[in-house]
C-alpha cells in the first residue's frame, strides 16, 4: 500500500504563488508516476500536471502550463506543485495521486493511489 498526504493549501489572493507539497509513504517503489488533480466546486475532478519519479518527463494541462511546476524529490518521496500567477478559478481542493508503471497517464481512473486533498482558495 501507497499512503499520500497533501499540504501547503490555502488562501490566497489573485496573482499569488502556492505551493503544494504530497509526501508519499510505504511501497512508494511501487509507483512510477505521481499527478495533481483538482476539484473546483461543483465540478468533476480534472488533471492538473504530472510527473514520474525518475526523469524529467511532465504533462500539464492547458490551463496552468506556464504557471504550474510539479517536480518531484524520489529520495524523500515527495512530489510538490508550484502554483503561480494564480487565478479565482484554481479554486479547487488539489489531489495527490500515484499509479504504477512509466506511461504518464491523465484520467483520474488510471491512478491507484489518492490522498486526502488540499483546498486552494484564490481571491479576486
Known amino acids: 500500500q501507497v499512503q499520500l498526504v497533501e499540504s501547503g493549501g490555502g488562501l490566497v489572493q489573485a496573482g499569488g504563488s502556492l505551493r503544494l507539497s504530497c509526501a508519499a509513504s510505504?511501497?512508494?517503489?511501487?509507483?512510477?508516476?505521481v499527478a495533481w488533480f483538482r476539484q473546483p466546486p461543483g465540478k468533476e475532478r480534472e488533471f492538473v500536471a504530472a510527473?514520474?519519479?525518475?526523469?524529467?518527463?511532465?504533462e500539464y494541462a492547458d490551463s496552468v502550463k506556464g504557471r504550474f511546476t510539479i517536480s518531484s524529490d524520489a529520495a524523500a518521496g515527495t512530489t510538490y506543485l508550484q502554483m503561480n500567477s494564480l487565478r479565482p478559478e484554481d479554486t479547487a481542493v488539489y489531489y495527490c495521486a500515484a499509479k504504477m508503471g512509466l506511461q504518464i497517464y491523465r484520467p483520474a481512473s488510471a491512478y491507484n493511489y489518492w490522498g486526502q486533498g488540499t483546498q486552494v482558495t484564490v481571491s479576486s
Open positions: 510527473t514520474a519519479w525518475i526523469g524529467d518527463r511532465t
Open positions: 510505504g511501497r512508494i517503489l511501487s509507483t512510477n508516476c
